[in-house]
C-alpha cells in the first residue's frame, strides 16, 4: 500500500512526540511504502540517520510555512500558530502528492493533540486521525494544591481545548476520520463528541525491540537502602508536590526518594521536601543525560509516577521494560499502561485520599521484594506484548487495510 503520514515532530532516537511520529513511520515503512510530511527543522536528525540506514520504503517531505525554520519550542504561542500554519501547508503538500502517487490511506501522528485540525482529512482518501490525546484533565479537587503559575496553566489549557473544539475544522477533522484513535478513555470521549463515528482507545506510547531488551537486562539493584523515582518535569500537574507527602506519611525505613528532572516548580518542591524533613532521604539529581537517566533508574526499585493529567508517560513504560513496578494514579495514560500485574493504580478523588493511598502503596512495595519482583515481571510481558513498535506496526497494517477496503 501507499501511506501518507503527517508529523510535525518526527526525530530518530527521540522519546515523546518524536518518537512517536519516528517509529510509526519506521514500522509502517517495513510493509508499505510510506511518504512523510514533517518539518524541516527536522532534517538535520533524519537525513543523517538515513544515510547510514537507508530505509527504500520511506520517504521525507520536508517544508516549512513561509520558510520559517525556528525550533519554537519554549515559546508556546508562537509554536501553537506555526503548527496550525503547518496542518493547512501539509494540505497542499500531500494533495499534490496524492495526484502522483495515489495513496491507499492517510493518517495523522504528530502532535498527539485532539483539539488540533488535520487538513489531510480533507483528501480524497480514508483518514485515520491519530492515536491523538489531550482531553485527560486534573480533578478539580487537586486544584488547590496548584501554584498560582499552576492554577494560571490550567485555566488557559482548558480554554485553548475549548476554542479548538469550537474550531470547525477540528469538528471537520473527526467526523472525515475513518478511525480516531484515543490516548486515553477522556479523549476517547471528546472524540466522539466531536463526530467521530467510529473510536478506539489506543496508547501512542511504545519502545523499540533493542529498548525493550536493553532496559529488560537492566539488574535488579540492592534491597538495602529502596529508593523510589520519579522522572519529568518539575511541573504543578505532574503531582510530585502529591509524592513528597506520601513518601513523608509513609515514613518507610531505608528509604530514598530520587527525582530526576528540572522546571519552574523545583524550588517550590525543594522547599516542600524540607517542610517535611525529607532533606536526607529526598535527592533531586536535576536533567540528566538519558545515558544517565537510565542509570538512576537501574539504581531504584519503583517508579512513582502521580500525574494528574497525562496522554502518555513513557517512563511508566521504560520502568516498567526495565521490571520495575509503578505507583500510580489512576488517571490519563498511566491508567491505559499500568495494570495490577504491574503496578498499584491509585484512585485520585481528593488530596488527601490521594496522598494516603500512594502512601499505602509505597508501604505495601517498600517492604516487599517478592511483590517488586512479581509485578516487575509483569511489567516486563506487558511491554512485549502490547507496548513493544512491532506490535503496534502490526495493529496499524490491519487499520490501514481495513480503511482501504472500505
Known sequence: MKILLSAFACEPGQGSEEGVGWNMAMEAAKSHQVWVLTRGFCRHTIEPYLEGNPIPNLHFV????????????????????????????????????????????????????????????????????????????????????????????????????????????????????????????????????????????????????????????????????????????????????????????????????????????????????TQLGLQEKVKFWGVLPREETLAKMGECHVLLHPSLHESGGFVCAEMMAAGRPVICLNLGGSAVHVTAETGILVEAKNPEQAIADMAAAIVRLGGNSQLRDRLGQGGKKRMREVFAWSVKGQFFDRVYQSVSDR
Open 62 to 273: 520536508y517544508f516549512e510555512p513561509f520558510g520559517w525554520s525556528e525550533d519554537w519550542r519554549g515559546r508556546q504561542g508562537l509554536l501553537t500558530l506555526h503548527y496550525y500554519l503547518w496542518q493547512i501547508w501539509a494540505y497542499f503538500v500531500g494533495r499534490k502528492l496524492h495526484r502522483s502517487q495515489g495513496f491507499d490511506a492517510v493518517r495523522h501522528l504528530t502532535y498527539v493533540r485532539y483539539w488540533n485540525p488535520s487538513f489531510l482529512a480533507l483528501l480524497p482518501v480514508p483518514f485515520v486521525w491519530g492515536t491523538v490525546g489531550g482531553g485527560e484533565s486534573a480533578p478539580p479537587s487537586f486544584w488547590r494544591g496548584f501554584s498560582r503559575r499552576g492554577r494560571i496553566y490550567e485555566i488557559v489549557r482548558d480554554l485553548a481545548r475549548f476554542f479548538g473544539e469550537c474550531d470547525p475544522f477540528v469538528a471537520l477533522t473527526a467526523r472525515r476520520s475513518a478511525i480516531a484513535l484515543a490516548t486515553t478513555a477522556d479523549t476517547a470521549a471528546k472524540l466522539s463528541r466531536l463526530g467521530a463515528k467510529k473510536v478506539q482507545v489506543f496508547s501512542a506510547v511504545g519502545l523499540t525491540e533493542a529498548e525493550i531488551e536493553t532496559l529488560g537486562n537492566s539488574p535488579s539493584p540492592p534491597d538495602h537502602i529502596v529508593r523510589f523515582l520519579s522522572v519529568g518535569r518539575l511541573i504543578h500537574w505532574k503531582g510530585i508536590h502529591l509524592a513528597l507527602q506520601a513518601f513523608q506519611q509513609a515514613n518507610v525505613e531505608n528509604a530514598e526518594y530520587w527525582l530526576v528532572g528540572d522546571g519552574v516548580e523545583r524550588q517550590r518542591l525543594q522547599d516542600l521536601s
